[in-house]
T-cell receptor
Framework: SQELEQSPQSLIVQEGKNLTINCTSS?????LYWYKQKYGEGLIFLMM?????EEKSHEKITAKLDEKKQQSSLHITASQPSHAGIYLCGADLRGNKLVFGAGTILRVKS | GAGVSQSPSNKVTEKGKDVELRCDPISGHTALYWYRQSLGQGLEFLIYFQGNSAPDKSGLPSDRFSAERTGGSVSTLTIQRTQQEDSAVYLC?????????????FGPGTRLLVL
């Protein structure tokens, strides 16, 4: 079983719709990272959350960290085709290395 | 640009051959990581370098895998006697620990296909 579970595994949304991706850890989170991977490209850092209750936004993407639930959610408002890609959460579970979820494939239909 | 670069971008090799993958981290970053992303799976940690400390090799899947980092900068991941299950995207990341937080910046990856 994975230490980080992401859901859903894949998502198809109509352009303009909102969506949420979740990342749940089986262990205490010391830092939670969200990355986006476009097809054929490397990982792009989106944001990092460290404190419980912390919420960060970048353009139309907002991420929150629920420390008690050991969970983070990534919310995209008014999705655009440019949001399509694979979203990965990575967590610092202590050990100088990140553990990653399996990723969520997002497709946005025009 | 000043990001992490990797070479080659794609590599096709025959089973049993050795391959070398290169990573140029962001200048000044003291930490360097290698990860592997196999088809249908999440990212898998391989090895971590931090400054002059002994590397954390705990993620290397077998003794056919090795990595070195010369001069605290460029790193080379070597896979000896490649097997088909070694086919994956190999990602390198570098980071700078500020004392409060660390953000890893990833390279574009090397896509390795072992025939």
């Amino acid at each position: 079983s994975q230490e980080l579970e992401q859901s859903p595994q894949s998502l198809i949304v109509q352009e303009g719709k909102n969506l949420t991706i979740n990342c749940t850890s089986s262990k205490t989170l010391y830092g939670l990272y969200w990355y986006k991977q476009k097809y054929g490209e490397g990982l792009i850092f989106l944001m990092m959350l460290q404190k419980g209750g912390e919420e960060k936004s970048h353009e139309k993407i907002t991420a929150k960290l629920d420390e008690k639930k050991q969970q983070s959610s990534l919310h995209i408002t008014a999705s655009q085709p440019s949001h399509a890609g694979i979203y990965l959460c990575g967590a610092d579970l202590r050990g100088n290395k990140l553990v990653f979820g399996a990723g969520t494939i997002l497709r946005v239909k025009s | 640009g000043a990001g992490v670069s990797q070479s080659p971008s794609n590599k096709v090799t025959e089973k049993g051959k050795d391959v070398e993958l290169r990573c140029d981290p962001i200048s000044g970053h003291t930490a360097l990581y290698w990860y592997r992303q196999s088809l249908g799976q999440g990212l898998e940690f391989l090895i971590y370098f931090q400054g002059n400390s002994a590397p954390d090799k705990s993620g290397l899947p077998s003794d056919r895998f090795s990595a070195e980092r010369t001069g605290g900068s460029v790193s080379t991941l070597t896979i000896q006697r490649t097997q088909q299950e070694d086919s994956a995207v190999y990602l390198c990341a570098s980071s700078s620990w500020t004392g409060r937080e660390e953000t890893q910046y990833f390279g574009p990856g090397t896509r390795l296909l072992v025939l």
